[in-house]
């Protein structure tokens, strides 16, 4: 019995350890890194790559990072004119998880520690909490924008639930287990 209880007891504070280092990477980067250096468009939709081009308006020196746009992207991007050398489109997610996990080695190779997340309404919610599980975890902070979207209702909290517990098995094995979105 007491093997057990010391297990549980050792499991809590395991537990209790992960789930305060996030939020304390995510604190020591907002205090270190107060403006965004890049906008990351988290792709789906034409009209989170419309509020980037508003938002890289207002940010002239800011890049942007496109994580498998649409195909209209680069002509969004251009009837608002931003320049091309601004632009950097990243293809290799399939979702949400992958989104933000290719985007964190793009981020690194530049030392950006704080991003503008662009995403659609309807998805802030579990854009949030992926990203705060992956960027979190690397050092890296966040100022979600939302692009108003009236077709879409908001997301199931499963789909937000799966998705966190995928962040968490990249943290773990480097692996989105994509598998499991299905």
């Not at 007491?2 to 995510?26: E, F, H």
Request: proline content about 5%; some cysteine.
């Amino acid at each position: 019995m007491k093997c057990s209880r010391r297990v549980a007891i050792a499991i809590v504070l395991c537990l209790c350890g992960i789930g305060s280092y996030i939020p304390v990477r995510l604190a020591i980067a907002k205090h270190s890194f107060p403006n965004p250096k890049l906008i990351l468009v988290v792709g789906g939709t034409p009209d989170r790559e419309r509020k980037a081009a508003q938002l890289a308006q207002n940010h002239p020196n800011l890049e942007i990072l496109i994580s498998s746009g649409t195909s209209e992207a680069a002509q969004i991007f251009d009837e608002a004119g931003i320049a091309k050398s601004r632009l950097h489109f990243d293809n290799r997610a399939t979702d949400t998880v992958t989104n933000f996990t290719t985007a964190i080695e793009f981020l690194k190779q530049r030392d950006i520690h704080h991003v503008y997340v662009v995403t659609s309404d309807f998805h802030l919610a579990r854009s949030t909490a992926i990203a705060n599980i992956v960027f979190g975890s690397q050092g890296v902070t966040y100022t979600p924008v939302a692009a108003y979207n009236p077709f879409y209702p908001p997301e199931p909290k499963l789909r937000t639930l799966r998705d966190v517990g995928r962040a968490i098995l990249w943290l773990g094995t480097g692996r989105t287990g994509a598998v499991l979105k299905r």
